[in-house]
């Protein structure tokens, strides 16, 4: 089956830091843009973070600007995102999401229909 692994969440106080890690086997992750998206309870899925394939341009929502970083290692066929200066509000399961088509970063995080290949995803809580 086609689909990307989250990993790395987990319960972290304010003001910590996580590292998501998304890896694929069975195709390649840098074929289209990659993005992390979330999604809150009661709240609709966001795109937090893409980056588009070739140049590798990034996109960040403006509620996490400056503090998360998304970064692609093509030989390891992973992508990464990391969230530094984490707040109550980042709580969401962080979801993967792989595409086969070329968009730029920005528009590819906020048109989630464009994803191709949805990871489960992996919690994030962050609560003191």
């Known amino acids: 089956q086609l689909q990307p692994v989250e990993s790395g969440g987990g319960l972290v106080q304010p003001g910590g830091s996580l590292n998501l890690s998304c890896a694929a086997s069975g195709f390649t992750l840098n074929y289209g843009p990659i993005g992390w998206f979330r999604q809150a309870p009661g709240k609709e899925r966001e795109g937090v973070s893409c980056?588009?394939?070739?140049?590798?341009?990034?996109y960040y929502a403006d509620s996490v600007k400056g503090r998360f970083t998304i970064s692609r290692d093509n030989a390891k066929n992973t992508v990464y995102l990391q969230m530094n200066s984490l707040k109550p509000e980042d709580t969401a399961v962080y979801y993967c999401?792989?595409?086969?088509?070329?968009?730029?970063?920005?528009?590819?995080?906020?048109?989630?229909?464009?994803?191709?290949?949805w990871g489960k995803g992996t919690l994030v809580t962050v609560s003191s």
């Open positions: 980056i588009s394939s070739g140049d590798g341009t990034t």
């Open positions: 999401g792989a595409g086969r088509t070329v968009y730029t970063s920005a528009y590819y995080c906020h048109h989630s229909y464009a994803v191709n290949y």
